[in-house]
């Protein structure tokens, strides 16, 4: 079935420093999604990419879909305490399924 | 955004008894929502999805008869425990589909229950 994997699965950084995860699918993605859950939280939208090769900010993060639709990139400039948290991609995993990532777990310290 | 309300949030029973949570969508409607299985520091793991009106659909090495859902209305979907057991000790998550044009879709998620049985 189809795997979507994310590295790295933990990532300390300095506050200030900038983070990067990568999200691989075993599959070609229709499209996917990131999401963000803070400690003791639920998992909160982010953004859903579409289109091969697209880049999309916010602020200073940066989501980006590869041009094969299988895989994509978070990257968050300048790291702060508030960005603490695990970050999942997710796509399409079947019908109306949707397939989480492994997930990447961000601690930044202060 | 959308608000989907989960409760209980947190649930503590004995070995053997079942335990109902409720996921509604307040302010649209969800003809699927999904039910998740997160262990502590893992991804989350696609229990069953809900279609209103019809049976759930589980994954692989899913119980049904442990884990009943029922998608009564366009809005509830609740997830019955039935004999819990320590094992069943987990949080767990559910989520509405909502759209937003022919490709847009996003999932809003409860803020999760987490049980533990005793």
């Known amino acids: 079935g189809q795997q979507v994997m994310q590295i790295p699965q933990y990532q300390h950084v300095q506050e200030g420093e900038d983070f990067t995860t990568y999200c691989n699918s075993s599959?070609?993605?229709?499209?996917i999604q990131w999401y963000k859950q803070r400690p003791g939280g639920h998992p909160v939208f982010l953004i859903q990419?579409?289109?091969?090769?697209e880049v999309k900010k916010q602020k200073r993060l940066t989501f980006q879909f590869g041009e094969a639709k299988k895989n994509s990139s978070l990257h968050i400039t300048a790291t702060q305490t508030t960005d603490v948290g695990t970050y999942f991609c997710?796509?399409?995993?079947?019908?109306?399924?949707?397939?989480f990532g492994t997930g990447t777990k961000l601690q930044v310290i202060p | 955004g959308a608000v989907v309300s989960q409760h209980p949030s947190r649930v503590i029973c004995k070995s053997g008894t079942s335990v109902k949570i409720e996921c509604r969508s307040l302010?649209?409607?969800?003809?699927?929502m999904f039910w998740y299985r997160q262990f502590p520091k893992k991804s989350l793991m696609l229990m069953a999805t809900?279609?209103?009106?019809?049976?759930?659909?589980?994954e692989q090495g899913v119980e049904k008869d442990k884990f009943l859902i029922n998608h009564a209305s366009l809005t509830l979907s609740t997830l019955t425990v039935t004999s819990a057991h320590p094992e069943d000790s987990s949080f767990y998550i559910c989520?509405?589909?909502?759209?937003?044009?022919?490709?847009?879709?996003?999932?809003?998620f409860g803020s999760g229950t987490q049980l533990s049985v005793l």
């Open positions: 989520s509405a589909r909502e759209y937003s044009g022919l490709l847009g879709e996003k999932l809003f």
């Open positions: 599959t070609t993605l229709s499209n």
């Open positions: 990419l579409v289109k091969s090769g």
């Open positions: 997710a796509g399409p995993g079947g019908y109306q399924k949707v397939t």
């Open positions: 302010d649209f409607q969800a003809t699927t």
């Open positions: 809900s279609n209103e009106g019809s049976k759930a659909t589980y």
